[in-house]
């Protein structure tokens, strides 16, 4: 290939400018109209395009899980370091989103082999990157879980469930695996998901209930006693 060529055509390089607009536009078809976005997705081009998307999504998701600790709302509190802690939050999901992008990416590799797609590493990531989608619109809904522990349960499961049928498309859509055995592991998926949900209900529930108690009695007994024993002194 002619150097001319090769400058004609950056992406082949590997290195691009990122186009913001058409980001905006996949992020829209890829929540509004999956099964055609994934028909559709680039599945080369390099690994910077999916980079620079899984750092947007991770920004946009420390953005709102910031505005949730300075506002005490949610499952993330600020509590006595108000900013300080919403600043660790929020440079905590950039780098998250950059490793889940690449760990993301092997999980969705071996679901696809399993069910006989494609193993290309490169279209996983893209694939991986696109799915990420999510991560900010779980952060803007993370107010959910300062209104209520159940309700804050329900909407995350919902998102989830929502992610795996995005994740379906694209196993069938883009890494062509097989439709049967992708229906059997998008069921055994959710199934995971309900299973997990429950059980850390259940174990906040009863970290609650052991608070509760130990606020509603031993921590007052032990007070009555440090108090007695003062004024014996």
């Known amino acids: 290939m002619s150097n001319g060529t090769s400058d004609s055509n950056p992406?082949?390089?590997?290195?691009?400018?990122?186009?913001?607009?058409?980001?905006?536009?996949?992020?829209?078809?890829?929540?509004?109209?999956?099964?055609?976005?994934?028909?559709?997705?680039?599945?080369?081009?390099?690994?910077?395009e999916p980079l620079i998307k899984a750092v947007i999504?991770?920004?946009?998701?420390?953005?709102?899980?910031?505005?949730?600790?300075?506002?005490?709302?949610?499952?993330?509190?600020g509590g006595v370091f108000g900013g300080a802690f919403g600043v660790m939050i929020f440079v905590w999901l950039l780098i998250a989103a950059v490793i889940g992008l690449f760990i993301g990416a092997v999980i969705?590799?071996?679901i696809s082999a399993i069910c006989k797609g494609s193993t290309d590493f490169e279209s996983n990531v893209r694939v991986t990157a696109s799915l990420m989608v999510l991560m900010p619109i779980g952060a803007l809904l993370g107010f959910a879980s300062g209104i209520s522990l159940y309700?804050?349960?329900?909407?995350?499961?919902?998102?989830?469930?929502?992610?795996?049928?995005?994740?379906?498309?694209?196993?069938?859509e883009t890494l062509k695996t097989k439709l049967e055995t992708?229906?059997?592991?998008?069921?055994?998926?959710?199934?995971?998901?309900?299973?997990?949900?429950?059980?850390?209900?259940?174990a906040v529930r009863k970290a609650n209930e052991f608070m509760d108690g130990f606020k509603n009695s031993d921590f007052k007994e032990m007070m009555k006693e440090m108090?007695?024993?003062k004024e014996n002194k």
């Open 182 to 202: 992708t229906k059997v592991a998008g069921y055994v998926l959710i199934a995971i998901f309900v299973l997990m949900m429950i059980g850390k209900l259940a």
């Open 151 to 172: 309700l804050g349960a329900i909407i995350t499961l919902a998102v989830n469930i929502f992610g795996l049928w995005l994740l379906y498309n694209a196993l069938i």
């Open 227 to 229: 108090e007695k024993g």
């Open 108 to 110: 969705v590799l071996v």
């Open 57 to 77: 999504y991770g920004a946009l998701a420390g953005i709102f899980a910031f505005l949730w600790s300075i506002l005490k709302i949610g499952a993330i509190g």
């Open 11 to 48: 992406q082949a390089q590997g290195s691009v400018s990122f186009d913001f607009n058409a980001f905006i536009n996949e992020s829209k078809e890829t929540l509004l109209n999956p099964k055609s976005y994934f028909a559709a997705m680039k599945t080369n081009g390099g690994m910077v």
